[in-house]
Protein backbone atom coordinates (compact mmCIF):
# COMPACT_ATOMS: atom_id res chain seq x y z
CA UNK A 1 0.00 0.00 0.00
CA UNK A 2 1.22 3.40 -0.94
CA UNK A 3 1.27 5.77 2.18
CA UNK A 4 -0.36 8.27 -0.43
CA UNK A 5 -3.68 6.28 -0.05
CA UNK A 6 -3.06 6.28 4.19
CA UNK A 7 -3.68 9.10 6.18
CA UNK A 8 -3.19 12.26 6.05
CA UNK A 9 -1.59 12.81 9.21
CA UNK A 10 1.76 14.97 9.12
CA UNK A 11 0.70 16.31 5.71
CA UNK A 12 2.49 19.26 4.78
CA UNK A 13 3.30 20.33 8.24
CA UNK A 14 7.00 19.30 9.71
CA UNK A 15 7.50 15.98 11.01
CA UNK A 16 8.97 17.57 14.23
CA UNK A 17 5.32 19.10 15.02
CA UNK A 18 3.86 15.40 14.69
CA UNK A 19 6.15 13.86 16.67
CA UNK A 20 6.19 16.22 19.46
CA UNK A 21 3.09 16.62 19.30
CA UNK A 22 2.81 12.88 20.44
CA UNK A 23 5.90 13.00 22.84
CA UNK A 24 4.74 16.01 24.94
CA UNK A 25 1.70 15.16 26.71
CA UNK A 26 0.72 14.36 30.26
CA UNK A 27 3.80 12.29 30.43
CA UNK A 28 6.04 15.14 30.89
CA UNK A 29 3.40 17.47 33.08
CA UNK A 30 1.42 14.39 34.75
CA UNK A 31 3.56 11.58 35.14
CA UNK A 32 7.49 12.34 35.05
CA UNK A 33 6.82 15.01 38.33
CA UNK A 34 4.88 11.69 40.23
CA UNK A 35 7.43 9.68 39.08
CA UNK A 36 10.55 11.99 40.21
CA UNK A 37 8.79 12.77 43.38
CA UNK A 38 8.57 8.98 44.17
CA UNK A 39 11.79 8.25 43.42
CA UNK A 40 14.23 10.69 45.04
CA UNK A 41 14.13 13.70 42.67
CA UNK A 42 17.37 14.54 41.52
CA UNK A 43 19.05 11.61 41.64
CA UNK A 44 16.18 10.43 39.57
CA UNK A 45 16.64 13.57 37.18
CA UNK A 46 20.12 12.83 36.69
CA UNK A 47 19.62 8.73 35.27
CA UNK A 48 16.33 10.29 33.49
CA UNK A 49 18.48 12.31 31.06
CA UNK A 50 21.22 10.11 30.53
CA UNK A 51 18.56 7.24 29.54
CA UNK A 52 17.04 10.02 27.61
CA UNK A 53 20.58 10.73 25.50
CA UNK A 54 21.62 7.48 25.34
CA UNK A 55 19.20 4.98 24.70
CA UNK A 56 15.80 7.17 23.55
CA UNK A 57 17.65 9.04 21.28
CA UNK A 58 18.95 6.43 19.31
CA UNK A 59 16.26 4.61 19.55
CA UNK A 60 13.53 7.44 18.23
CA UNK A 61 16.17 7.31 14.86
CA UNK A 62 15.97 3.60 14.61
CA UNK A 63 11.71 3.75 15.04
CA UNK A 64 11.71 6.14 12.14
CA UNK A 65 14.10 4.43 9.94
CA UNK A 66 11.60 1.63 10.10
CA UNK A 67 8.45 3.37 9.44
CA UNK A 68 9.46 5.21 6.87
CA UNK A 69 11.44 2.02 5.26
CA UNK A 70 8.22 0.47 5.24
CA UNK A 71 5.72 3.11 5.01
CA UNK A 72 3.26 1.00 7.01
CA UNK A 73 1.49 0.51 10.49
CA UNK A 74 3.50 -1.45 13.05
CA UNK A 75 2.72 -4.89 12.50
CA UNK A 76 3.27 -4.28 9.29
CA UNK A 77 6.64 -2.78 9.14
CA UNK A 78 8.57 -5.07 11.12
CA UNK A 79 6.48 -8.05 8.99
CA UNK A 80 7.88 -6.42 5.59
CA UNK A 81 11.19 -6.20 6.66
CA UNK A 82 11.38 -9.26 8.31
CA UNK A 83 8.44 -11.61 8.57
CA UNK A 84 9.58 -12.89 12.17
CA UNK A 85 9.48 -9.74 13.79
CA UNK A 86 6.23 -8.62 13.57
CA UNK A 87 5.92 -9.80 17.61
CA UNK A 88 7.69 -6.50 18.00
CA UNK A 89 4.60 -4.60 15.97
CA UNK A 90 2.09 -7.07 18.44
CA UNK A 91 4.09 -5.74 21.37
CA UNK A 92 2.98 -2.27 20.22
CA UNK A 93 -0.50 -2.53 19.30
CA UNK A 94 -1.33 -4.39 22.98
CA UNK A 95 1.07 -1.74 24.54
CA UNK A 96 -0.70 1.09 22.85
CA UNK A 97 -3.92 -0.07 24.22
CA UNK A 98 -3.16 -0.84 27.71
CA UNK A 99 -1.48 2.61 28.01
CA UNK A 100 -4.53 4.62 26.24
CA UNK A 101 -6.42 2.73 28.98
CA UNK A 102 -5.33 5.08 31.69
CA UNK A 103 -4.01 7.48 29.75
CA UNK A 104 -7.72 8.68 28.58
CA UNK A 105 -8.85 8.19 32.66
CA UNK A 106 -6.07 11.30 33.17
CA UNK A 107 -7.41 13.08 30.40
CA UNK A 108 -10.62 13.41 31.74
CA UNK A 109 -9.17 14.89 34.90
CA UNK A 110 -7.72 17.06 32.82
CA UNK A 111 -10.77 18.26 31.10
CA UNK A 112 -12.70 18.39 34.29
CA UNK A 113 -10.05 20.21 36.15
CA UNK A 114 -10.84 23.08 33.08
CA UNK A 115 -14.49 23.01 33.39
CA UNK A 116 -13.80 23.94 37.37
CA UNK A 117 -11.37 26.03 36.75
CA UNK A 118 -13.70 27.94 34.24
CA UNK A 119 -17.18 27.68 36.92
CA UNK A 120 -14.37 29.34 39.80
CA UNK A 121 -14.79 25.45 42.04
CA UNK A 122 -11.08 25.31 42.04
CA UNK A 123 -10.64 28.87 43.52
CA UNK A 124 -12.68 27.94 46.17
CA UNK A 125 -10.17 26.05 48.39
CA UNK A 126 -7.05 26.85 49.63
CA UNK A 127 -5.35 24.37 51.53
CA UNK A 128 -2.92 21.18 50.86
CA UNK A 129 -5.86 18.95 52.55
CA UNK A 130 -9.21 20.74 50.84
CA UNK A 131 -7.40 19.82 47.22
CA UNK A 132 -6.54 16.89 47.73
CA UNK A 133 -9.86 15.85 49.49
CA UNK A 134 -11.38 17.49 46.11
CA UNK A 135 -9.63 15.51 44.08
CA UNK A 136 -10.21 11.91 45.86
CA UNK A 137 -14.28 12.85 46.22
CA UNK A 138 -13.89 13.13 42.12
CA UNK A 139 -11.83 10.26 41.36
CA UNK A 140 -13.94 8.18 43.68
CA UNK A 141 -17.15 9.18 42.58
CA UNK A 142 -18.80 6.66 40.33
CA UNK A 143 -19.83 8.82 37.29
CA UNK A 144 -18.04 12.26 37.11
CA UNK A 145 -14.51 11.09 35.73
CA UNK A 146 -16.28 8.10 33.28
CA UNK A 147 -18.25 11.43 31.72
CA UNK A 148 -15.11 13.12 30.88
CA UNK A 149 -12.98 10.73 29.97
CA UNK A 150 -15.89 9.39 27.52
CA UNK A 151 -16.23 13.35 26.18
CA UNK A 152 -12.08 13.03 25.87
CA UNK A 153 -12.43 9.68 24.20
CA UNK A 154 -14.87 10.46 21.71
CA UNK A 155 -12.91 13.55 20.80
CA UNK A 156 -9.71 11.77 19.87
CA UNK A 157 -12.02 9.73 17.93
CA UNK A 158 -13.28 11.77 16.28
CA UNK A 159 -10.05 13.67 15.24
CA UNK A 160 -9.23 10.24 13.73
CA UNK A 161 -12.11 9.38 11.90
CA UNK A 162 -12.55 12.63 10.35
CA UNK A 163 -9.16 13.11 9.46
CA UNK A 164 -9.07 16.64 10.77
CA UNK A 165 -5.62 15.65 12.24
CA UNK A 166 -4.22 18.37 9.41
CA UNK A 167 -6.55 21.13 12.07
CA UNK A 168 -4.99 20.07 14.96
CA UNK A 169 -1.48 19.35 14.02
CA UNK A 170 -1.94 23.65 12.65
CA UNK A 171 -3.55 24.26 15.95
CA UNK A 172 -0.69 22.38 18.23
CA UNK A 173 1.81 24.83 16.32
CA UNK A 174 0.42 27.64 18.08
CA UNK A 175 -0.69 26.06 21.15
CA UNK A 176 2.20 24.14 22.31
CA UNK A 177 4.71 27.15 22.17
CA UNK A 178 1.93 28.59 24.25
CA UNK A 179 1.92 26.04 27.16
CA UNK A 180 5.78 26.41 26.85
CA UNK A 181 4.98 30.38 27.32
CA UNK A 182 3.08 29.72 30.68
CA UNK A 183 4.88 26.86 32.10
CA UNK A 184 7.86 29.43 32.03
CA UNK A 185 5.49 31.89 33.91
CA UNK A 186 4.38 29.25 36.04
CA UNK A 187 7.81 28.44 36.84
CA UNK A 188 8.61 31.60 37.95
CA UNK A 189 5.58 32.35 40.00
CA UNK A 190 6.10 28.94 41.60
CA UNK A 191 9.74 29.51 42.69
CA UNK A 192 8.97 32.81 44.69
CA UNK A 193 6.22 30.65 46.76
CA UNK A 194 8.29 30.46 50.48
CA UNK A 195 9.97 27.24 50.54
CA UNK A 196 10.56 27.57 46.16
CA UNK A 197 13.80 26.93 46.49
CA UNK A 198 14.09 23.85 48.92
CA UNK A 199 11.92 22.09 46.35
CA UNK A 200 14.06 23.42 43.35
CA UNK A 201 17.12 21.74 45.88
CA UNK A 202 14.78 18.61 45.81
CA UNK A 203 14.48 18.61 42.09
CA UNK A 204 17.64 19.20 41.10
CA UNK A 205 20.37 17.88 43.54
CA UNK A 206 21.31 14.16 42.70
CA UNK A 207 21.59 12.16 46.01
CA UNK A 208 22.97 9.12 44.74
CA UNK A 209 22.06 6.96 47.30
CA UNK A 210 18.48 6.67 46.75
CA UNK A 211 19.18 4.66 44.03
CA UNK A 212 18.41 1.24 43.59
CA UNK A 213 17.83 -1.46 40.92
CA UNK A 214 13.91 0.11 40.35
CA UNK A 215 14.85 3.80 40.28
CA UNK A 216 16.80 3.12 36.81
CA UNK A 217 14.11 0.87 35.29
CA UNK A 218 11.49 3.49 36.33
CA UNK A 219 13.92 6.36 35.09
CA UNK A 220 14.49 4.16 31.93
CA UNK A 221 10.25 3.42 31.37
CA UNK A 222 9.42 7.05 32.20
CA UNK A 223 12.34 8.36 28.97
CA UNK A 224 10.23 5.76 26.89
CA UNK A 225 6.68 6.38 27.91
CA UNK A 226 7.66 10.81 27.40
CA UNK A 227 9.76 10.19 24.12
CA UNK A 228 6.66 7.68 22.82
CA UNK A 229 8.97 5.14 22.27
CA UNK A 230 9.34 1.31 22.27
CA UNK A 231 5.54 0.32 20.85
CA UNK A 232 5.60 1.69 17.46
CA UNK A 233 4.17 5.31 17.67
CA UNK A 234 7.22 6.68 15.73
CA UNK A 235 7.04 3.79 13.43
CA UNK A 236 3.48 4.41 12.71
CA UNK A 237 4.06 8.55 12.40
CA UNK A 238 7.59 8.08 10.30
CA UNK A 239 5.36 5.92 7.62
CA UNK A 240 3.62 9.40 7.23
CA UNK A 241 6.90 11.21 6.73
CA UNK A 242 8.53 12.98 3.42
CA UNK A 243 11.17 11.67 1.84
CA UNK A 244 13.39 14.29 2.75
CA UNK A 245 13.01 14.64 6.24
CA UNK A 246 16.03 14.63 7.80
CA UNK A 247 15.18 11.66 10.41
CA UNK A 248 18.20 12.46 13.13
CA UNK A 249 17.06 16.43 13.05
CA UNK A 250 14.04 15.73 13.88
CA UNK A 251 14.74 13.06 16.83
CA UNK A 252 16.97 15.48 18.36
CA UNK A 253 14.74 18.46 18.21
CA UNK A 254 11.83 16.26 19.63
CA UNK A 255 13.62 14.62 22.44
CA UNK A 256 15.68 18.35 23.74
CA UNK A 257 11.27 19.80 23.37
CA UNK A 258 10.39 17.01 25.16
CA UNK A 259 12.96 16.56 27.85
CA UNK A 260 12.52 20.61 28.41
CA UNK A 261 8.71 20.58 28.93
CA UNK A 262 9.51 17.76 31.66
CA UNK A 263 11.90 19.68 33.41
CA UNK A 264 10.20 22.76 33.57
CA UNK A 265 7.02 20.59 34.61
CA UNK A 266 9.61 19.88 37.45
CA UNK A 267 10.89 23.40 38.20
CA UNK A 268 6.93 24.24 38.24
CA UNK A 269 5.39 21.57 40.82
CA UNK A 270 8.44 21.11 43.26
CA UNK A 271 8.81 24.19 44.85
CA UNK A 272 4.97 24.64 45.37
CA UNK A 273 5.07 20.80 46.87
CA UNK A 274 7.36 22.04 49.24
CA UNK A 275 5.41 26.13 49.77
CA UNK A 276 2.07 24.48 49.89
CA UNK A 277 3.52 21.12 52.23
CA UNK A 278 2.54 18.36 49.98
CA UNK A 279 4.34 14.79 49.93
CA UNK A 280 6.59 14.70 46.88
CA UNK A 281 5.82 10.84 46.99
CA UNK A 282 1.98 11.41 46.86
CA UNK A 283 1.74 9.45 43.02
CA UNK A 284 -0.77 10.25 40.58
CA UNK A 285 -2.49 13.17 41.84
CA UNK A 286 0.80 14.99 42.68
CA UNK A 287 0.23 17.82 40.00
CA UNK A 288 -3.60 18.20 40.65
CA UNK A 289 -3.51 18.47 43.74
CA UNK A 290 -0.61 20.94 43.55
CA UNK A 291 -1.17 23.27 40.97
CA UNK A 292 -4.33 24.98 42.20
CA UNK A 293 -2.24 26.05 44.80
CA UNK A 294 -0.06 27.63 42.62
CA UNK A 295 -2.90 29.20 40.70
CA UNK A 296 -4.65 30.22 43.73
CA UNK A 297 -1.78 32.29 44.51
CA UNK A 298 -1.67 34.52 41.50
CA UNK A 299 -3.69 37.39 40.26
CA UNK A 300 -6.39 36.31 37.96
CA UNK A 301 -6.33 32.84 38.96
CA UNK A 302 -9.12 31.36 37.18
CA UNK A 303 -7.85 32.80 33.79
CA UNK A 304 -4.27 30.95 34.41
CA UNK A 305 -5.99 27.85 35.42
CA UNK A 306 -8.29 27.76 32.19
CA UNK A 307 -5.33 28.54 30.05
CA UNK A 308 -3.33 26.32 31.25
CA UNK A 309 -5.88 23.48 31.79
CA UNK A 310 -6.80 24.15 27.81
CA UNK A 311 -3.49 23.79 27.00
CA UNK A 312 -2.97 20.63 28.67
CA UNK A 313 -5.97 18.77 27.06
CA UNK A 314 -4.63 20.13 23.53
CA UNK A 315 -1.44 18.50 24.82
CA UNK A 316 -3.06 14.98 25.97
CA UNK A 317 -5.09 15.15 22.59
CA UNK A 318 -1.99 15.38 20.04
CA UNK A 319 -0.50 12.41 22.17
CA UNK A 320 -4.04 10.56 22.53
CA UNK A 321 -4.47 10.63 19.18
CA UNK A 322 -1.08 9.40 18.09
CA UNK A 323 -1.81 6.30 20.60
CA UNK A 324 -5.01 5.43 18.79
CA UNK A 325 -3.76 5.92 15.22
CA UNK A 326 -0.87 2.90 16.30
CA UNK A 327 -4.43 0.27 16.55
CA UNK A 328 -6.50 2.28 13.97
CA UNK A 329 -3.83 2.39 11.18
CA UNK A 330 -2.94 -1.70 12.46
CA UNK A 331 -6.93 -2.76 11.94
CA UNK A 332 -7.49 -0.48 8.88
CA UNK A 333 -4.06 -2.52 6.95
CA UNK A 334 -4.07 -5.61 8.06
CA UNK A 335 -7.35 -6.89 9.07
CA UNK A 336 -8.38 -4.51 5.93
CA UNK A 337 -11.26 -2.62 7.52
CA UNK A 338 -12.41 0.62 6.58
CA UNK A 339 -10.52 3.07 8.42
CA UNK A 340 -13.74 4.42 10.02
CA UNK A 341 -14.63 0.66 11.05
CA UNK A 342 -11.06 0.47 12.37
CA UNK A 343 -11.12 3.97 14.45
CA UNK A 344 -14.62 2.83 16.22
CA UNK A 345 -13.53 -0.65 16.83
CA UNK A 346 -10.36 0.68 18.88
CA UNK A 347 -12.59 3.62 20.16
CA UNK A 348 -15.16 0.85 21.95
CA UNK A 349 -12.46 -0.99 23.04
CA UNK A 350 -10.70 1.47 25.02
CA UNK A 351 -13.96 2.92 26.09
CA UNK A 352 -14.38 -0.35 28.07
CA UNK A 353 -11.15 -0.70 29.19
CA UNK A 354 -10.68 3.09 30.60
CA UNK A 355 -13.96 2.53 32.21
CA UNK A 356 -12.82 -0.24 34.28
CA UNK A 357 -9.25 1.98 34.82
CA UNK A 358 -11.59 5.05 36.24
CA UNK A 359 -13.69 2.70 38.35
CA UNK A 360 -10.46 0.74 39.79
CA UNK A 361 -9.93 3.67 41.35
CA UNK A 362 -13.23 3.98 43.41
CA UNK A 363 -15.71 1.57 43.74
CA UNK A 364 -13.73 -1.37 42.02
CA UNK A 365 -10.97 -0.15 44.27
CA UNK A 366 -11.44 -4.00 45.82
CA UNK A 367 -10.18 -5.67 42.36
CA UNK A 368 -6.00 -6.19 42.63
CA UNK A 369 -3.88 -7.22 40.09
CA UNK A 370 -0.44 -8.36 42.27
CA UNK A 371 -1.72 -5.76 44.88
CA UNK A 372 -2.41 -2.83 42.30
CA UNK A 373 -5.61 -1.62 41.39
CA UNK A 374 -6.05 -1.53 37.85
CA UNK A 375 -5.16 1.82 36.75
CA UNK A 376 -1.52 1.27 38.50
CA UNK A 377 -1.14 -1.84 36.94
CA UNK A 378 -1.82 -0.49 33.74
CA UNK A 379 0.83 2.24 34.16
CA UNK A 380 3.12 -0.17 35.74
CA UNK A 381 2.84 -2.86 32.83
CA UNK A 382 3.51 -0.76 29.79
CA UNK A 383 5.65 1.90 31.32
CA UNK A 384 8.21 -0.97 32.87
CA UNK A 385 7.71 -3.55 31.01
CA UNK A 386 6.23 -3.57 27.59
CA UNK A 387 7.66 -0.45 26.41
CA UNK A 388 11.25 -1.16 27.51
CA UNK A 389 10.68 -4.66 26.29
CA UNK A 390 9.83 -3.46 22.55
CA UNK A 391 12.92 -0.94 23.31
CA UNK A 392 15.31 -3.61 23.53
CA UNK A 393 14.27 -6.17 20.81
CA UNK A 394 14.13 -2.62 18.31
CA UNK A 395 17.87 -2.48 19.09
CA UNK A 396 18.21 -5.94 18.68
CA UNK A 397 15.99 -5.62 15.32
CA UNK A 398 17.46 -2.63 13.92
CA UNK A 399 21.44 -3.09 15.38
CA UNK A 400 21.54 -6.72 14.08
CA UNK A 401 19.08 -7.58 11.99
CA UNK A 402 18.01 -5.13 9.63
CA UNK A 403 19.71 -4.86 6.36
CA UNK A 404 22.61 -2.06 6.88
CA UNK A 405 21.94 -0.46 3.60
CA UNK A 406 17.96 -0.18 4.57
CA UNK A 407 19.10 2.11 8.03
CA UNK A 408 22.13 3.64 6.15
CA UNK A 409 19.26 4.93 3.19
CA UNK A 410 16.95 5.90 6.24
CA UNK A 411 19.56 7.76 8.12
CA UNK A 412 21.07 9.72 5.20
CA UNK A 413 17.97 10.19 2.82
CA UNK A 414 19.65 7.78 0.44
CA UNK A 415 23.24 8.98 1.02
CA UNK A 416 22.70 13.27 0.76
CA UNK A 417 23.30 13.71 4.29
CA UNK A 418 26.55 12.91 6.10
CA UNK A 419 26.31 10.43 8.34
CA UNK A 420 29.79 11.23 10.94
CA UNK A 421 28.05 9.98 13.94
CA UNK A 422 27.25 6.31 12.29
CA UNK A 423 29.79 4.50 14.65
CA UNK A 424 28.62 5.95 17.59
CA UNK A 425 25.13 5.55 16.38
CA UNK A 426 25.69 1.62 15.35
CA UNK A 427 27.50 0.88 18.78
CA UNK A 428 24.86 2.29 20.66
CA UNK A 429 21.83 0.57 18.95
CA UNK A 430 23.57 -2.70 19.05
CA UNK A 431 25.62 -3.28 22.38
CA UNK A 432 25.18 -0.30 24.92
CA UNK A 433 21.43 -0.41 24.95
CA UNK A 434 20.73 -3.77 24.98
CA UNK A 435 23.14 -4.31 27.29
CA UNK A 436 21.73 -1.97 29.44
CA UNK A 437 18.28 -2.77 29.04
CA UNK A 438 19.23 -6.31 29.27
CA UNK A 439 21.20 -5.79 33.01
CA UNK A 440 18.47 -3.33 34.30
CA UNK A 441 15.67 -6.22 33.53
CA UNK A 442 17.93 -9.32 35.17
CA UNK A 443 18.85 -6.48 38.11
CA UNK A 444 15.01 -5.80 39.29
CA UNK A 445 14.21 -9.42 38.89
CA UNK A 446 17.09 -9.93 41.58
CA UNK A 447 19.65 -11.59 39.17
CA UNK A 448 22.55 -9.92 41.03
N1 LIG B 1 4.57 10.48 25.15
C1 LIG B 1 3.23 10.81 25.51
C2 LIG B 1 3.28 11.65 26.79
O1 LIG B 1 4.34 11.91 27.28
C3 LIG B 1 2.33 9.60 25.64
C4 LIG B 1 2.47 8.69 24.49
C5 LIG B 1 2.04 8.89 23.23
C6 LIG B 1 3.15 7.45 24.50
N2 LIG B 1 2.43 7.86 22.43
C7 LIG B 1 3.12 6.97 23.17
C8 LIG B 1 3.81 6.74 25.48
C9 LIG B 1 3.76 5.79 22.86
C10 LIG B 1 4.45 5.55 25.14
C11 LIG B 1 4.44 5.09 23.85
O2 LIG B 1 2.29 12.04 27.31
Not at 60 to 85: C, P, Q, T
Not at 115 to 135: I, K, N, P
Not at 348 to 377: E, H, P, Q, R, Y
Amino acid sequence: MKHTQRATLGGKLSAVLVAAGSSVGLGNIWRFPYVAGDNGGGAFLAIYILCVLIIGLPLMIAEFSVGRASHKNAVGAYRALDRKWSFLGYNGVLAAFLILGFYFVVSGWTAEYMVHSVTGELARYTTAEEYTAMFERFIGSPWRPLLYTSVFILATHFIIALGVQKGIERSAKVLMPLLFVILVALAIHSLLMPNGAEGLKFFLKPDFSKIGPATVLTALGQAFFSLSIGIGTMVTYASYFKPETNLRHTALNVTILDTLVALLAGIVIFPAVFSVGIEPSSGPSLVFITLPGIFNGMPWSMVWSSVFFLLLIVAALTSTISLHEVITAYMHEEWHLSRKAAAWATTGATMVLAALASLSLGVLNGWKICGLNLFDSLDYLTANILLPAGGFFTCIFVGWRLDRKVLEAQVTNDGHLPFRIRKVFVFLLRYLCPAVLLLVFLDNLGAF
